[in-house]
């Protein structure tokens, strides 16, 4: 079916099918378009001011993060999808997303199924990116409605917060796009602003990577200043999702397993860390997120804090 045939799609059956098969709690859809010059503008001064630290990736095929028809030749449609990782019980040393089974992969396996069941049923080529390729997720999740880029540089999700995955389909075939959801809906509140333990975030809606614990913790491979406040965390922080008053609670875990806590992780403490080896590193985290920092990386983080 080609996107001439966009009205004969139902948009609500259709996103039913997308959420049901991959288990997202939100979906929206966005028209394949270049972003428009304010959303470019600010991201190149943030390159350009080196706010991105040595994240070196990001400065990279600019040309495609600012149109996603460049990853799909004849792309029409941009299906924005978010996955709820929220933990009732979270870890003193770890970032709640990094709980559970590598979101990457996770995503980008039920992603990949609804890709197949929307093929199926009304044709057309596919993409499916999650965190990987060069787009603008937080951006296009905006622009598809289901969320808005609140002051922590998050998006915030209506009744559930910030604490979710996002993931997209870039599809052929065309489906009238849903409102885009403006501005950052957090008023006068400056919670997250007040609670950065370094600064990072200027009140803006903007963030200075170099400053953020996150980065700092994950991406920067540097040495880390030793009187960084970090409540303790070796990897990741989340505070300014803690602190956010749009940040629901949750009662259980994500409904998603494989994105659920794992006891192996929950049990970890400062001491196992100290004495982890290169094997149990593998084993601990085979198929997680905390690979990324490395083994050498997690001990470097946990001394800094010594």
């Not at 997308?18 to 288990?23: D, I, K, L, P, Q």
Request: glycine content about 8%; overall charge neutral; charged content about 25%.
């Amino acid at each position: 079916m080609s996107s001439a045939h966009c009205q004969c799609i139902d948009r609500e059956a259709l996103r039913q099918t997308v959420a049901e098969v991959s288990g997202a709690v939100r979906v929206g859809f966005a028209r394949a378009e270049a972003v428009d010059t304010v959303a470019r503008d600010i991201y190149l001064r943030w390159i350009a001011d080196g706010r991105h630290g040595e994240m070196s990736y990001l400065e990279r095929y600019q040309d495609v993060r600012d149109d996603p028809r460049l990853l799909l030749d004849g792309a029409t449609t941009v299906i924005s999808c978010a996955f709820d990782y929220r933990q009732p019980h979270r870890h003193p040393l770890f970032a709640d997303y990094a709980l559970g089974r590598d979101y990457h992969e996770v995503v980008r396996e039920r992603l990949t199924a609804a890709a197949e069941a929307i093929t199926a049923t009304y044709g057309g080529q596919t993409r499916v990116c999650v965190d990987t390729a060069p787009i603008r997720e937080r951006y296009w999740a905006a622009r598809a409605g289901i969320g808005r880029i609140g002051l922590n540089n998050q998006l915030i999700v209506d009744g559930i917060g910030s604490q979710v995955f996002l993931g997209e389909i870039i599809w052929t075939v065309a489906v009238e796009p849903d409102t885009a959801a403006e501005g950052h809906g957090c008023g006068d509140c400056r919670a997250c602003v007040r609670a950065c333990p370094a600064g990072a975030l200027d009140g803006c809606g903007s963030i200075d990577a170099r400053r953020c614990l996150s980065y700092l913790t994950i991406e920067y491979r540097g040495e880390l200043p030793r009187r960084l406040p970090r409540g303790g965390r070796i990897y990741g922080c989340d505070i300014c999702q803690a602190v956010c008053p749009r940040c629901v609670p949750a009662a259980e875990s994500t409904p998603i397993a494989d994105l659920a806590a794992r006891p192996s992780v929950m049990s970890l403490d400062r001491e196992a860390i100290a004495a982890m080896t290169q094997e149990d590193f593998s084993r601990i985290f085979t198929h997680s997120a905390v690979k990324r920092c490395k083994l050498a990386g997690l001990k470097r983080n946990l001394q800094a804090g010594e």
